[in-house]
């Protein structure tokens, strides 16, 4: 008798804890603020950066095949591998400064907006014009 009573209290205890796991919600997080305008600059810089860091490997990885096989006696394929890495590279870098100038000049409209919006708080006038 007394392992019954000890089997069904633990039996509503895991039922208790159980339910009340499940009716917690949790909170959703709070949604994320615009990036600033030194953030869209600085963001920028990077992206231009990161497209001459990529070109500057391609056109490397294309010379140094190229290399390889004008010593392994294919000039034709020296070449091509030499303009598909030239290709590649001129491709990351053009992706590159496109993106990164066009997060520098939307953090550059966000500082210049800052400067001729912020201070001025739109009212309606108490006082309709007189006619």
Do not use: C, W, Y
């Not at 305008?37 to 950066?49: F, K």
């Not at 400064?97 to 708080?121: L, M, P, R, S």
């Amino acid at each position: 008798m007394h392992t019954r009573i000890s089997l069904l209290t633990a039996a509503l205890f895991f039922a208790a804890v159980t339910t009340h796991a499940q009716t917690q919600t949790t909170t959703p997080p709070p949604p994320q603020q615009p990036a600033s305008a030194g953030h869209d600059v600085g963001s920028g810089a990077g992206d231009i950066g990161k497209g001459a860091g990529g070109a500057a490997g391609n056109v490397a990885k294309g010379t140094g095949k190229g290399a390889v096989d004008l010593v392994t006696l294919h000039p034709l394929d020296a070449a091509g591998n030499v303009g598909k890495g030239v290709g590649v590279g001129a491709k990351d870098a053009g992706v590159g400064a496109v993106k990164g100038t066009g997060k520098i000049a939307e953090g550059t409209g966000k500082g210049i907006g800052h400067i001729f919006h912020h201070g001025h708080k739109s009212t309606p006038d108490s006082t309709p014009p007189q006619p």
